[in-house]
């Protein structure tokens, strides 16, 4: 196993993998800026070494940086988390060319299924369902129009290596088409340094769900079960749960078979997500395939009893998967909600200084989090502070014991996104499961 393993993250997910390789006997380093010299993780890992200002592509997005301070701490591997380097391709392959262990796929995988039309492409050769779409990037506004007449309106335009819900645009008739088209290059462009954009049929109201992969390096691939990821806000996850609220067991095996299929077609390893959208008519088709851990990957770990940063710390070291997927046994349900520092009416950003805490606990509540008392949300970085994940043996019951720890959530001196939660918990249509992507501007 690794000695060290450096973590190029910060908040709550490198305080997750700390914890995960403590508990594998791994000594951390942990990178920070100088805003986050007092942060817990800072201070719960073996060593740290601060890389530069607060500003994050001066330190988090820094690799020279990142790779100098594994050289001068002797780490043998780097755990990039998610956001900031996870899904870098060249900051993987920097990591290998240094002798340094990057824990996820290989850079050139990272490459390929960056490319959501390249990615698209490939399911589409296997037979996976995609929506009908554009197969190669469009720069023309007159081709990009023919196209979205040809397929219909209304469509949807995408960055071909975009993420985070930039540059995509949804355009519900030709005569909008054309601003629609230069703003998503634009943003495509300040965003991602490239401006290709494609189109695919916007599917109206569908639900974003998605299947959590596992593969090791022999060849072995297995799924751990599906995710809801349908309660959304400009087309970002606000609360997940596992299993998929009223799947049913046809679509669920077949859902998770193609995920399988899809990535021992690419030699995939470690852990990876891939992500449908599931229409009013239980036709599922892919979009994209993200490859690193997700935020959301506790309610998966909270079903299946499986703790995926320690799995992904072994299948990196070029361990083999123990388990067949008859082994993989799901228990109950599970349900994540992201509290971030947001005026929860306006999702206007409130950083500040955190007066009192209490964080909830008991019987089938778990929160992962970076906050403790006294410290201050920053205004650099992701508002996420906390994530409250419950467990029950039914949906139900996790719903009540998330209502209950919410109840009993006190963060004092910043706006948080909480109250918003009680309310959707408290929706009809939300505890009867008729969710969608659209659920939350409805609910709004
Ligand atoms: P990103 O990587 O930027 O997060 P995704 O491709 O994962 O983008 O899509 C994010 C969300 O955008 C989906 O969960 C869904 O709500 C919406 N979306 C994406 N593609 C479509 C589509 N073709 N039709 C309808 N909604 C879509």
């Known amino acids: 196993m690794f000695y060290k393993v450096l973590i190029a993250n910060r908040g709550e997910i490198a ?53 100098s301070a594994a050289e001068i701490t002797d780490a043998d591997a780097i755990h990039p988390g998610y956001g900031f380097m996870a899904e870098n391709p060249d900051f993987a392959e920097a990591c290998e060319k240094c002798g340094i262990r990057f824990i996820g796929p290989e850079a050139e995988i990272i490459r390929l299924m960056g490319d959501k039309l390249k990615a698209r492409n490939i399911a589409k050769s296997l037979g996976v369902p995609v929506l009908p779409g554009s197969e190669k990037g469009i720069s023309d506004e007159k081709n990009a129009l023919s196209f979205a007449n040809e397929i219909g309106f209304p469509v949807i335009i995408k960055a071909s290596g975009g993420g985070g819900g930039r540059g995509m645009k949804i355009v519900h008739s030709p005569s909008s088409f054309s601003n629609s088209f230069h703003a998503a290059k634009a943003e495509t462009a300040a965003a991602f340094n490239n401006d290709e954009v494609y189109i695919e049929k916007y599917c109206e109201s569908p639900r974003h769900v998605e299947v959590q992969i596992m593969a090791d390096r022999h060849g072995n691939t297995i799924h751990l079960g599906e995710r809801e990821c349908s309660i959304q806000r400009r087309h970002q996850k606000l609360l997940e749960e596992s299993p998929c609220p009223g799947l049913d067991d046809k679509t669920r095996k077949e859902l998770t078979s193609v995920a399988v299929k899809l990535v021992k077609s690419i030699n995939y390893t470690n852990v990876g997500t891939v992500e ?11 979009i994209e395939m993200n490859t690193r851990i997700q935020v959301e990957h506790p309610v998966t770990e909270m079903v299946s009893g499986i703790d995926m940063i320690k799995k992904q710390l072994k299948l990196a070291n070029g361990e083999r998967l123990k388990y067949k997927q008859k082994d993989i046994k799901f228990s109950g349900h599970s349900i994540e909600c992201r509290i971030t520092a947001e005026d929860p009416k306006r999702f206007v950003p409130s950083p500040g200084h955190i007066k009192n805490l209490h964080i909830p606990g008991g019987l089938g509540v778990r929160v992962d989090s970076a906050l403790h008392n006294s410290c201050t949300v920053s205004s650099y970085y992701d508002p996420l502070i906390a994530k409250v994940i419950t467990h029950g043996r039914d949906r139900e019951e996790a719903l009540s014991r998330m209502s209950r720890a919410l109840e009993e959530f006190i963060i004092e001196g910043i706006f948080t996104t909480i109250p918003l939660y009680k309310n959707i918990l408290n929706d009809h249509d939300f505890l009867s499961g008729r969710i969608d992507v659209e659920y939350l501007s409805r609910f709004l």
């Open 15 to 67: 305080l997750r993998i700390i914890r995960a390789c403590k508990e594998l006997g791994i000594r951390t380093v942990v990178v920070h800026s100088t805003v986050d010299s007092n942060a817990l993780h800072v201070r719960l890992a073996d060593e740290k070494v601060c890389i530069g200002p607060p500003e994050p592509n001066r330190s988090y997005l820094n690799i020279s940086s990142i790779l």
């Open 276 to 286: 449908f959208l599931l229409d009013k008519d239980g036709n599922f088709f892919f």
